[in-house]
């Protein structure tokens, strides 16, 4: 149990087009859904939290206009990177958590590199 | 504002030697503890996760970790490392529970050799 997916893994574009990546819970209904950013060799930095039908929480720093944050359903929430520049370029992470079972603890996903051009 | 520290940015054991990783915490009260790991361009799977009750809590691959009050420590501990362990490791705390908000520490990266 306690699976999560994302896509695409990998993404390169070219710098100014927009970049959707999702985040899925798969065995299980996540509430509240987390995406990081992860620098080489460093640790995850938390850009937002995003609860089901609401608006996503950002952290002090992210830009929310450039960070476009949905979370529609149970399952899934989308983080679209807009107008990508090189320095956007990272390893994008999510996490969920959710229902009795997942309620306190994160689980994460498998992360999408993004490379800016 | 809770911290967490993990004081050794790189560790290098030999396969079959025991490994113990450290973790402390800066907070009031008994934060929820989290143990994860991440080999290389993977997300973070859970090893373990402390919330109450009985101190030493086991985990997935046979890992332990031991959370002492007194320290504020939660440390990781392995009684024989094999090559696959190789990985970054993070611990992380929680104020109310892994559900909400989590604190990282810097990570430390195990080297195993063989």
């Known amino acids: 149990g306690a699976v999560v997916s994302q896509h695409p893994s990998r993404v390169i574009c070219k710098s100014g087009t927009s970049v959707k990546i999702e985040c899925r819970s798969l065995?299980?209904?996540?509430?509240?859904m987390f995406w990081y950013r992860q620098f080489p060799k460093q640790s995850l930095m938390l850009m937002a939290t995003?609860?089901?039908?609401?608006?996503?929480?950002?952290e002090q720093g992210v830009e929310k206009d450039k960070f476009l944050i949905n979370h529609a359903s149970l399952t899934l929430s989308t983080l679209t990177v807009t107008s990508a520049h090189p320095e956007d370029s990272s390893f994008y992470i999510c996490s969920a958590t959710g229902g009795a079972e997942f309620q306190e603890t994160q689980y994460f996903g498998p992360g999408t590199r993004l490379l800016v051009l | 504002a809770q911290s967490v520290t993990q004081p050794d940015i790189h560790i290098t054991v030999s396969e079959g030697a025991s490994l113990e990783l450290r973790c402390n915490y800066s907070?009031?009260?008994?934060?929820?503890l989290f143990w994860y790991v991440q080999s290389p361009g993977q997300g973070l799977q859970l090893l373990l996760k402390?919330?109450?009750?009985?101190?030493l809590v086991q985990g997935i691959k046979g890992f332990e970790a031991e959370f002492k009050r007194s320290q504020s420590s939660f440390n990781l501990r392995k009684p024989s490392v094999h090559w696959s362990d190789a990985a970054e490791y993070f611990c992380?705390?929680?104020?109310?529970?892994?559900?909400?908000?989590?604190?990282f520490g810097t990570g430390t990266q195990l080297k195993v050799e063989l």
């Open positions: 907070y009031g009260a008994t934060p929820y």
């Open positions: 992380a705390v929680a104020l109310t529970g892994g559900g909400n908000k989590l604190t």
């Open positions: 402390y919330f109450s009750g009985d101190t």
């Open positions: 065995d299980f209904q996540a509430t509240t």
């Open positions: 995003s609860n089901e039908g609401s608006k996503a929480t950002y």
